[in-house]
């Protein structure tokens, strides 16, 4: 891959995370069910991590974790390292990707966004003293991860499409050369 390639993919990945957000807390506050939205930023590092491996799902994360920091957190730097363990986890499975079944990232979705919401629920409250995790995974947890994975059924084709198209061009500059 050349620099230009490596160049075009991580902008393209970064238009995409910043759409993501964008949409994640403009648009799809306005469709919450009962306080709760769906997490864009999760299918995005879930699926691109899944796709393109752990090296990439480590930088994707963070990136997304960091956008995340800069408008919406007053802790610089928790969410980019939160985003990023998923990032590296989700991409870890990326050996087991096959682009044609829904099942793998669909689960991987569910279960990275359970992973985060546990993680906040221990940084943000636990530590605070709130021992109401039954409360917290009935209300919060689980309607978050359930909402998320249903609107990665949408999300997920999209981000999939856009990385194929992404490696068809990369393939055919590649046979170029040879």
């Known amino acids: 891959m050349t620099i230009f390639q490596k160049i075009r993919r991580s902008l393209i990945t970064l238009v995409v995370i910043l759409i993501c957000y964008i949409l994640q807390s403009t648009i799809f506050r306005y469709i919450d069910f009962a306080g ?29 974790g960091l956008v995340l920091d800069v408008f919406s957190s007053s802790t610089l730097g928790l969410f980019a390292l939160l985003y990023m363990f998923i990032g590296f986890g989700c991409g870890m499975l990326h050996r087991l990707f096959y682009p044609e079944k829904i099942v793998l990232p ?11 919401s546990f993680f906040c629920f221990f940084l943000f409250f636990l530590i605070r003293g709130n021992f109401h995790f039954q ?30 198209y992404l490696e068809d061009i990369e393939q055919r500059s590649a046979k170029k050369f040879v």
């Open 106 to 116: 669909f689960t991987v979705i569910l279960l990275s966004d359970l992973a985060l």
């Open 36 to 64: 709760i939205t769906p997490n864009l930023l999760v299918i995005a590092t879930a699926s691109l991590s899944l796709m393109r491996g752990e090296r990439e799902g480590l930088w994707i994360g963070f990136v997304c």
């Open 135 to 164: 409360y917290y995974l009935q209300r919060i947890m689980l309607p978050e991860a359930i909402y998320t994975s249903a609107v990665s059924l949408g999300f997920y084709p999209l981000l999939l499409s856009l990385n194929g």
